[in-house]
């Protein structure tokens, strides 16, 4: 009898890059790709490129994505023979996995009760130490109460992580450095667990400072031949998600790679593992590794995985999927180069990070032959509030590190992505760092270099007003509109000495200001921006302010907004209007949402007064809980919001009259 379970269609439950990156391999596999979507991503590459497309809801994910009855309707109606969850939403889901095995369809991936067992951090880590695999300190325990989890911290030892015992992607995470602040982070990490996962099960762990986080990969046939596919170091991290990911790490050599390689196997083995999966260690300075959590499914910085091995590893889920052997032993495993990815989000990282939603006005990434882009967006596509702001990774490689990082900047640097914000930028600066370029990063590394500095990074030169004035200038000028200047419209052209003044306010991230253009027929164009005097020369596609030249990468004109990207630096600015400045005066007492997200809970009542910087309400955003806080001190005089209200960015949610507040 042959233990083989063929399939030639693949359903994939999941959405955007990891949706059409699984597809990309499915349909070069030979077989019929099948996407699922919601009205939120009908315009997404990933349901254009599949061969057929199911539609599961509206947008919230607990109504879609994460509806294991939806999807197996779905499955049902396309005809599907194999799902494949992706990673994130139902990929570590055991009861999808039984709902899978159950309608008949093979689901790529590890047993129901291999997922159940891994995925609780909990039992995980009792499995790996009955295994004989080094844990991290801490508490999983069945006993949940505020007494219990207080006094394991205080055994523990501050700083102490919070974490929640299902899941994964920094969801349900808190560092907690002092007493005073471990019930209130406990709170909130229960209640995104909760959100995230449908589980508020929580485990502490003793924080481990300064130290790596080096994941090794894992595959497993259905005979049980289980090699790993060297680590990656994935220490750069920001609210304990991943942004930079390389392989192989910089201070693992060819000894502990074998120790760390043969400890993820035998976890692979300890639980009869199949398929890919990954096992995650902290690494600390002496060259000791703990384990931590084991991943059943494929991560998202496997790229950088197949760049330096050569492999396929979503082909190799499919062959391992349907009862074919790995095909190759430990022994054949190489490791050629080196490989770097960086996650692009949509967030502010002068705004802590926070995700932000939008539309995208340009998205023109970068590929060559040393450089790979996973996306699942494009230009005009709107960024949704209900899903994860990552919107692509851009991985490269090269025979060292050195080659494949400048290989990365290079790369970065010429994408243009407009209309949202974004990290490119950060990223940029980042890869430049002393600290990364010498391969010397910590899971601090982030809070290290920049600690709360990162608004230095938005800031805003002369040059960069006056660049985007001409632009803007010249495209209005293509449009024959109107533009605010200093002689009637009927003299446009004209002047007693020959000159025009063209006068554009541009308004960015902060207060609004004012660039002078000047034109005559002798001395052509300057420019003049709060006392500095620019000569500029824009003709050939090459622009030069006082004889420098200026490396545009991409403009775009839109509703009176320019955009521009210069390299290591994007940004947008607005043709602004005076009356707009006496409105953001206005706002300065208002408590606003910074995205699109939905209300958790509302913390102060109408009449009550608060003191800047305490809690006001909880908003739910992108798979995550954002506590928003006063931003002045004094009384609340409307609350306009209520726990389960949807609300969208801008919008005002609670109204606080300013004034001083004692600390009596």
Same mark, same amino acid.
């Given at each position: 009898?042959?233990?083989?379970?063929?399939?030639?269609?693949?359903?994939?439950?999941?959405?955007?890059?990891?949706?059409?990156?699984?597809?990309?391999?499915?349909?070069?596999?030979?077989?019929?790709?099948?996407? #699922?979507?919601?009205?939120?991503?009908?315009?997404?590459?990933?349901?254009?490129?599949?061969?057929?497309?199911?539609?599961?809801?509206?947008?919230?994910?607990?109504?879609?994505?994460?509806?294991?009855?939806?999807?197996?309707?779905?499955?049902?109606?396309?005809?599907?023979?194999?799902?494949?969850?992706?990673?994130?939403?139902?990929?570590?889901?055991?009861?999808?996995?039984?709902?899978?095995?159950?309608?008949?369809?093979?689901?790529?991936?590890?047993?129901?009760? +291999?997922?159940?067992?891994?995925?609780?951090?909990?039992?995980?880590?009792?499995?790996?130490?009955?295994?004989?695999?080094?844990?991290?300190?801490?508490?999983?325990?069945?006993?949940?109460?505020?007494?219990?989890?207080?006094?394991?911290?205080?055994?523990?030892?501050?700083?102490? !992580?919070?974490?929640?015992?299902?899941?994964?992607?920094?969801?349900?995470?808190?560092?907690?450095?002092?007493?005073?602040?471990?019930?209130?982070?406990?709170?909130?990490?229960?209640?995104?667990?909760?959100?995230?996962?449908?589980?508020?099960?929580?485990?502490?762990?003793?924080?481990?400072?300064?130290?790596?986080?080096?994941?090794?990969?894992?595959?497993?046939?259905?005979?049980?031949?289980?090699?790993?596919?060297?680590?990656?170091?994935?220490?750069?991290?920001?609210?304990?998600?991943?942004?930079?990911?390389?392989?192989?790490?910089? #201070?693992?050599?060819?000894?502990?790679?074998?120790?760390?390689?043969?400890?993820?196997?035998?976890?692979?083995?300890?639980?009869?593992?199949?398929?890919?999966?990954?096992?995650?260690?902290?690494?600390?300075?002496?060259?000791?590794?703990?384990?931590?959590?084991?991943?059943?499914?494929?991560?998202?910085?496997?790229?950088?995985?197949?760049?330096?091995?050569?492999?396929?590893?979503?082909?190799?889920?499919?062959?391992?999927?349907?009862?074919?052997?790995?095909?190759?032993?430990?022994?054949?495993?190489?490791? =050629?180069?080196?490989?770097?990815?960086?996650?692009?989000?949509?967030?502010?990282?002068? =705004?802590?990070?926070?995700?932000?939603?939008?539309?995208?006005?340009?998205?023109?990434?970068?590929? +060559?032959?040393?450089?790979?882009?996973?996306?699942?967006?494009?230009?005009?596509?709107?960024?949704?509030?209900?899903?994860?702001?990552?919107?692509?990774?851009?991985?490269?490689?090269?025979?060292?590190?050195?080659?494949?990082?400048?290989?990365?900047?290079?790369?970065?640097?010429?994408?243009?992505?407009?209309?949202? +914000? +974004?990290?490119?930028?950060?990223?940029?600066?980042?890869?430049?760092?002393?600290?990364?370029?010498?391969?010397?990063?910590?899971?601090?590394?982030?809070?290290?270099?920049?600690?709360?500095?990162?608004?230095?990074?938005?800031?805003?030169?002369?040059?960069?007003?006056?660049?985007?004035?001409?632009?803007?200038?010249?495209?209005?000028?293509?449009?024959?509109?109107?533009?605010?200047?200093?002689?009637?419209?009927?003299?446009?052209?004209?002047?007693?000495?020959?000159?025009?003044?063209?006068?554009?306010?541009?308004?960015?991230?902060?207060?609004?200001?004012?660039?002078?253009?000047?034109?005559?027929?002798?001395?052509?164009?300057?420019?003049?921006?709060?006392?500095? !005097?620019?000569?500029?020369?824009?003709?050939?596609?090459?622009?030069?302010?006082?004889?420098?030249?200026?490396?545009?990468?991409?403009?775009?004109?839109?509703?009176?907004?320019?955009?521009?990207?210069?390299?290591?630096?994007?940004?947008?600015?607005?043709?602004?209007?005076?009356?707009?400045?006496?409105?953001?005066?206005?706002?300065?007492?208002?408590?606003?949402?910074?995205?699109?997200?939905?209300?958790?809970? #509302?913390?102060? =009542?109408?009449?009550?007064?608060?003191?800047?910087?305490?809690?006001?309400?909880?908003?739910?955003?992108?798979? !995550?809980?954002?506590?928003?806080?006063?931003?002045?001190?004094?009384?609340?005089?409307? #609350?306009?919001?209520?726990?389960?209200?949807?609300?969208?960015?801008?919008?005002?949610?609670?109204?606080?009259?300013?004034?001083?507040?004692? =600390?009596?």
């Amino acid at each position: 009898m042959s233990d083989l379970t063929p399939f030639n269609s693949v359903l994939v439950a999941n959405r955007g890059e990891i949706a059409l990156r699984v597809m990309r391999s499915v349909r070069l596999s030979g077989l019929r790709a099948i996407a #699922v979507y919601t009205d939120a991503d009908a315009a997404a590459p990933h349901v254009s490129f599949a061969g057929e497309r199911i539609n599961i809801g509206a947008g919230p994910v607990s109504d879609s994505y994460l509806n294991i009855d939806k999807i197996l309707v779905a499955a049902a109606e396309s005809r599907a023979e194999a799902i494949h969850p992706g990673y994130g939403f139902l990929s570590e889901s055991s009861a999808f996995a039984q709902a899978c095995a159950d309608a008949g369809l093979v689901f790529i991936g590890p047993s129901a009760s +291999t997922i159940a067992v891994m995925g609780n951090k909990a039992s995980a880590k009792q499995l790996m130490r009955d295994a004989g695999v080094r844990c991290v300190p801490g508490y999983q325990g069945r006993d949940q109460s505020d007494a219990r989890f207080s006094q394991e911290a205080k055994t523990i030892g501050f700083p102490v !992580m919070i974490k929640a015992a299902a899941g994964g992607g920094g969801r349900g995470m808190r560092l907690v450095s002092a007493e005073d602040d471990f019930l209130p982070a406990l709170r909130l990490a229960q209640s995104e667990a909760k959100s995230a996962f449908g589980l508020d099960e929580i485990i502490l762990e003793r924080a481990m400072i300064r130290s790596r986080h080096v994941e090794v990969q894992v595959f497993a046939d259905r005979k049980g031949h289980t090699v790993h596919l060297g680590e990656r170091d994935c220490s750069v991290q920001r609210r304990h998600q991943k942004v930079v990911e390389e392989a192989p790490c910089t #201070v693992i050599n060819s000894r502990l790679r074998g120790e760390i390689g043969e400890a993820a196997v035998e976890a692979a083995l300890a639980i009869g593992y199949e398929g890919a999966g990954t096992v995650e260690f902290l690494l600390d300075e002496s060259g000791e590794f703990y384990f931590l959590e084991m991943n059943t499914r494929l991560q998202v910085e496997h790229p950088v995985t197949e760049m330096v091995t050569g492999k396929d590893l979503v082909a190799l889920q499919l062959n391992v999927a349907q009862g074919h052997a790995l095909g190759f032993e430990q022994s054949q495993v190489v490791l =050629n180069g080196h490989a770097i990815e960086v996650r692009l989000y949509a967030e502010d990282p002068a =705004n802590d990070f926070l995700p932000v939603s939008g539309r995208i006005a340009a998205w023109i990434p970068v590929q +060559t032959a040393q450089v790979r882009v996973d996306d699942g967006v494009k230009s005009g596509q709107a960024v949704s509030s209900f899903y994860d702001p990552m919107l692509a990774k851009v991985i490269a490689h090269g025979k060292t590190r050195q080659e494949a990082r400048y290989a990365l900047l290079s790369a970065l640097k010429d994408t243009v992505l407009f209309g949202i +914000t +974004t990290n490119r930028d950060f990223l940029i600066d980042l890869l430049s760092k002393e600290t990364f370029i010498k391969g010397a990063v910590t899971t601090t590394f982030i809070d290290d270099e920049y600690g709360p500095a990162f608004s230095d990074m938005a800031t805003l030169v002369a040059e960069d007003y006056v660049v985007a004035a001409v632009l803007l200038f010249e495209a209005l000028q293509n449009q024959n509109a109107n533009l605010a200047i200093s002689v009637p419209d009927e003299l446009l052209g004209w002047g007693s000495p020959g000159q025009l003044k063209t006068h554009l306010r541009l308004r960015g991230v902060d207060e609004p200001r004012d660039v002078t253009l000047s034109q005559t027929p002798y001395t052509g164009m300057t420019a003049l921006f709060e006392g500095q !005097m620019f000569k500029v020369d824009h003709h050939d596609g090459s622009l030069r302010l006082n004889g420098n030249r200026i490396d545009i990468r991409g403009q775009l004109y839109d509703d009176y907004k320019i955009h521009v990207a210069l390299g290591q630096k994007q940004f947008a600015l607005v043709h602004h209007k005076a009356s707009d400045v006496e409105a953001s005066q206005a706002l300065k007492g208002h408590l606003n949402a910074p995205m699109h997200g939905n209300i958790q809970e #509302v913390f102060v =009542n109408q009449g009550q007064r608060i003191k800047k910087g305490e809690p006001v309400l909880i908003l739910e955003a992108m798979k !995550m809980h954002h506590e928003l806080c006063a931003q002045v001190s004094g009384k609340v005089i409307t #609350v306009y919001v209520k726990t389960g209200d949807q609300v969208k960015a801008d919008a005002i949610l609670v109204d606080i009259a300013h004034e001083e507040i004692g =600390n009596a």
